[in-house]
Structure formats: structure tokens, C-alpha cells
């Protein structure tokens, strides 16, 4: 279903009075495209928009949706135009359904600037749309719109939501045991506890966002445990490895008979969550219809299973996590906004390990005391000079799951007290950053040759100090790097500790 929404402007008024030199933008849109209703927003008289509507009637095949008496204190009367605009395409929207979503596309060049500008807005951020535009010489074509404003847009409510939370806190965080199995030294984890700290008692959605590994589980577990719900249910659950055909079940519940086979009734996610947390890992990978549902239960709070009417109230609080950008998914159309502006209010970012300068050590230690809590029995074992090293030399592109396989591995291969670097070495699965991956690398949005580059650097100059062990004068000849200082400052810029 294609639909045009306009305005009506003067000069589609005089082109119908026979005083205009054309026919007028809108008719010329006709003339070019063709549509299946076009719906007019007229802000003169309503004799006036019924008088155009005879006229450009015979003109299009389009069903014409006239709408008038839309009062406006000026023709620059921002926030009236604003709210006729979206008034007009709510109604449109909530005609239409999932099979028959419509096409929608804003003429701007009937109506003032003022009206243009919000046909923009619009088409960038709430109403996607094509826009187009008319002139004398050229007549209506699409005018390219170039740029990505809703995800500007997003980025910018959303800092502003979380500056304000900040704000709101600036009194000091209360310490809570909940965070500290969450290792850490460097300023950026100090920071974001911090901010998790101040976000956890409170009953606000949390988006974590952080590479594969970088410990989002753990840190939604700590929320959830510095919170009044502590002792409800958390309860994790990977959006994106359910079976398609399960996945409303899992999340809302199913009564016996809803499924093939199903004999019982089936308890969803969400009611298990009831008085506590529900972790919604890789909530990118949520289907769309799925979306749907999830935002409805967040609104009304209440499930209802499949195959029964029945309403069931649940009181749960969201954390999320995601490993790809939201804001790209929401701009690229897979991710509703609306469920997106729903669960990210207090939005945590992980840095990876590569960005978290002086917490290998302490990762290392505190992992390998775990492990030996749990295999060492009486004979702990612990780390040989030579194999901190080799940790230190490894490139950890930002997963901690894969530093704690390594330790596994080595810690499982050693029979004696201690972990040799050899063991490490061997331990280590090669994702060093081999050329052929350098040079492969996607050029999609997240790519960016200075960080390519400082990634490289930053893992030859902590190699070159951890086989000197930390003698910058050597670590600057094995670098080929010519003085001291230049090396000194490659290590400031690229935050590598000495
Ligand atoms: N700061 C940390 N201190 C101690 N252990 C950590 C830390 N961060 C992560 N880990 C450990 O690393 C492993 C991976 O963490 P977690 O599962 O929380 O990551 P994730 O980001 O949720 O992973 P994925 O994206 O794959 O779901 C877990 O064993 C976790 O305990």
C-alpha cells in the first residue's frame, strides 16, 4: 500500500484556481508516481481543501484522505505541524497490518519550510518514508536523504537519560558485595560500577552493551543482586538460540494442547522471572514479531500463554545484553524503537580486555584462584614468571571467556606446582591478529583503520616489554622504534603500562 501524506499548499491552491503557472507540486507528484491513497493535510478552510480534492481527484487513482481544520497558530507553528503530522500518520499506522505495512512517502514541497523540516525529521526517525520533492523544471523525484539522524538521535536521548542518571546520583555509591566478583583495576571498570552501582537498587531497565565475553552475564547477575529483588528469581536467557518455533512459548508460556505433543502446561520465561530479573542476553537477536509481544508485556505487565486468554500479572525487571550495536539495528529497521527506548535507560557499555589497562594481572590471579578452589584440592598450583609473560605477550582481543579457557588448559596439562610458559604458549589458541585477518577485516560501519593500526602497535610494543621484561631501552631497539622517548610516548597514547 503506497501512501503519500502532504500538506496542501498555496501553490497547489492556485494551481486548482487556474492561477498558478503549472498544476502544483502535489499533482505533479501524481503525474510521476503512483499511489494508493494520498493523504492531504490542509490548514485553510475546509470549503477551500474539499474545492482542491474535486480538482485533483480525476488526476490520480490514489484514494484521497482529506483532512482539514487542522488549526495552526502560524504557518511556522512548529509543534502544531509536528503534532497534525504524526496525528495523521498514527491513524495511518493504526489502519494498517502486519501484512499490509504501508509504504509511506512525504512530499515536501507543498507547504512551508517549517512543514518541510518535519517531513524530515519524521522520515528519519519515527515514520521511515521516502521523501520527495517537485519543481517547475524537474518535476517530483525522490530527494536523497543521506544521513542516519534516528540513530543520532537515539544516541543523544540516550546519553541524555544516562547523564541524568548520573546526575542523579553524584552522592557516593554504596559498596555492594554483589560487584566483586567482578575483577577489576583499571579507571574504565572503575567508572562503569560506579555507574552500575548507582543503577542497581533502582527499578530501571538496564542495557549492557560489550563484546562476546566481556563478562555482560556476570555484571547483569551483580545488578541483579544489588537490587530489593535479589532474592527473586534471575533467570538468563539467550534470545538468539531458541528454535523459531518455540520461541513464544519460552517467553510467554503455553497451555497444555498449544503445541503438537504438549501434554502440560509450560511456564514462560517471564513468569519464572516474576519478582525478579529477567537477563535477556543477545537481545539483537530477538525476532521482530517476538519484539512485538516482549514490549506489550513490559507496558501492561502481564503474560498471556499461548493458547489461553487468561492475563497473568508478572513484575519483572529487564536487563539486557547485546554484542552489536542496537542503534545500527534500530536504524537498519531490525530492531523496534520503541522496545529499544523501553529497555535502554540505564545503559552500561564493558570495555573489551585490550581497552582495560592493569587488569590482566588481577583477571589472571583472581581466575586461577577460582580454578584452583575448584580442581587444586590441598595442592594449589600458580603461575612461573615466564608464563605471566606469556599471558602478557598474548593479544586478548577482549574476551575474558577465552583468557579463562587458557588458564583452564594449561592449569589441566601441568602436573606439577607450577604452570610453565611453555604450557601457556600451548594453551593459547592463536587468534593473534595474523596478517591474512588483518587484512580481511569487513568494511562495514565499525570499521577503522586507526584502530586497526593501534591494535597492532599496542600488541608489538606489550611483546617487545615482555620479552625485555620491561627495559625500554631494548624494547625500543627490538621495535626499531630509534629513541626512548618514542616509545615512552606510543605507550601513552595507546594507554600500555610499562
Ligand atoms: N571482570 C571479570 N572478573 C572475573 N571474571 C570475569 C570477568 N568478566 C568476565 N568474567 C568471566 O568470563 C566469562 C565470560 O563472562 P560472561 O558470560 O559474563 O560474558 P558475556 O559478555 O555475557 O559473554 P557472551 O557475550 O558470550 O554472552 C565468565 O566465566 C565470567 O565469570
Not at 524503537?337 to 588481577?362: M, Q, T, Y
Not at 577465552?402 to 587468534?431: C, D, H, K, W
Request: glycine residues 8%; proline residues 6%; negative net charge.
Amino acid at each position: 500500500m503506497k501512501i503519500l501524506v502532504c500538506w496542501i499548499g498555496f501553490t497547489d491552491i492556485r494551481a486548482s484556481q487556474g492561477k498558478a503557472n503549472g498544476i502544483g507540486p502535489i499533482a505533479q507528484a501524481f503525474e510521476t508516481f503512483d499511489f494508493d491513497r494520498a493523504v492531504l493535510l490542509c490548514d485553510s478552510d475546509d470549503a477551500q481543501g474539499q474545492r482542491y480534492r474535486e480538482w485533483v481527484a480525476p488526476r490520480t487513482s490514489a484514494e484521497i484522505d482529506l483532512r482539514t481544520e487542522i488549526d495552526l497558530d502560524s504557518p511556522m507553528d512548529f509543534e502544531g505541524i509536528y503534532r497534525a503530522a504524526t496525528d495523521a500518520l498514527e491513524d495511518v499506522l493504526s489502519e494498517s497490518t502486519d501484512d499490509a505495512k504501508p509504504d509511506l512517502t512525504f512530499h515536501v514541497s507543498p507547504g512551508t519550510p517549517v512543514m518541510a523540516a518535519v517531513w524530515i525529521i519524521l522520515a528519519k526517525t519515527r515514520f521511515p518514508a521516502t521523501v520527495i520533492q517537485s519543481s517547475k523544471d524537474h518535476g517530483a523525484q525522490v530527494l536523497p536523504v543521506p544521513f542516519h539522524l534516528s540513530a543520532e538521535y537515539i544516541a543523544d536521548l540516550t546519553r541524555h537519560a544516562d547523564e541524568r542518571l548520573v546526575e542523579a546520583a553524584q552522592a557516593p555509591t554504596p559498596e555492594d558485595p554483589a560487584f566483586e566478583s567482578i575483577i577489576h583495576q583499571c579507571g574504565k571498570m572503575q567508572e562503569l560500577l560506579r555507574r552500575a552501582r548507582l543503577i542497581a537498587p533502582r527499578h530501571v531497565p538496564v542495557l549492557i552493551q560489550g563484546e562476546s565475553g566481556t563478562g555482560k552475564e556476570l555484571l547483569a547477575k551483580a545488578i541483579h543482586h544489588a537490587s530489593p529483588r535479589k532474592d527473586g528469581p534471575f533467570v538468563a536467557v539467550n534470545c538468539g538460540a531458541i528454535p523459531p518455533n518455540l520461541v513464544e512459548a519460552e517467553f510467554f508460556g503455553a497451555v497444555a494442547g498449544a503445541y503438537t505433543g504438549s501434554k502440560v502446561d509450560r511456564t514462560g520465561h517471564f513468569e519464572e522471572a516474576d519478582g525478579g530479573t529477567i537477563f535477556l542476553d543477545e537481545i539483537g537477536e530477538m525476532p521482530l514479531e517476538i519484539q512485538v509481544k516482549v514490549l506489550r508485556v513490559l507496558q501492561e505487565r502481564k503474560v498471556m500463554r499461548v493458547g489461553s486468554s487468561d492475563e497473568i500479572d508478572i513484575n519483572v525487571r529487564v536487563v539486557a545484553a547485546t554484542n552489536r550495536s542496537l542503534f545500527r539495528e534500530v536504524n537498519e529497521g531490525r530492531f523496534r524503537e520503541d522496545l529499544f527506548h523501553r529497555i535502554a535507560v540505564g545503559i552500561l557499555d564493558i570495555p573489551p580486555l585490550r581497552e582495560r589497562s592493569g587488569d590482566l594481572d588481577p583477571l589472571v590471579n583472581a581466575i586461577l584462584a577460582d580454578i584452583n578452589d575448584e580442581f587444586g584440592g590441598s595442592d594449589p598450583k600458580e603461575l612461573s614468571t615466564p608464563a605471566r609473560k606469556a599471558f602478557h605477550r598474548h593479544h586478548w582481543p577482549g574476551n575474558i571467556r577465552e583468557l579463562r579457557n587458557t588458564l583452564l588448559r594449561a592449569y589441566i596439562m601441568t602436573s606439577g606446582p607450577r604452570l610453565s610458559g611453555e604450557m601457556v604458549e600451548s594453551s593459547l589458541l592463536t587468534f593473534e591478529p595474523g596478517q591474512q585477518e588483518l587484512l580481511h577485516r569487513p568494511l562495514d560501519d565499525e570499521f577503522d583503520l586507526e584502530d586497526i593500526l593501534n591494535e597492532v602497535k599496542r600488541h608489538y610494543i606489550q611483546r617487545a616489554l615482555a620479552e625485555t621484561d620491561g627495559v625500554k631501552k631494548r624494547a625500543t631497539e627490538l621495535l626499531g622504534l630509534g629513541t626512548r622517548q618514542t616509545l615512552s610516548n606510543w605507550m601513552d597514547k595507546l594507554g600500555v603500562d610499562a
